[in-house]
């Protein structure tokens, strides 16, 4: 009866139930379990899925500028970067326009 009802999945404590309650403890259920009495498998964690979106685009570094950008001599060069946290929840712009 208790192999049968382990491999219907149903927990210790639901096969002691009040039928049982003061004949047998749920806990020497688990017992026999940890001990491999039933030829039961385990049911386990599922494992996580891996990331499977992709990469940001980053682009070019900053040592690749153009050394007019780099001198900051010509106007008109515009210098961006974004912050977003690590857990999504805020995100920040900031713009510079050198010149």
Known sequence: MIESKLCERWSPEQI??????????????????????????????????KETRGKFNIGKSISERPEEVKKKEVFEHWELDSVVSSRGEEQSLFCNICG
């Open 16 to 49: 002691v139930g009040p039928e049982l309650k003061g004949k047998l403890s749920f806990k020497t259920i688990y017992n026999w379990l940890y001990k491999n009495f039933f030829d039961v498998s385990r049911k386990g964690k599922t494992a996580k899925t």
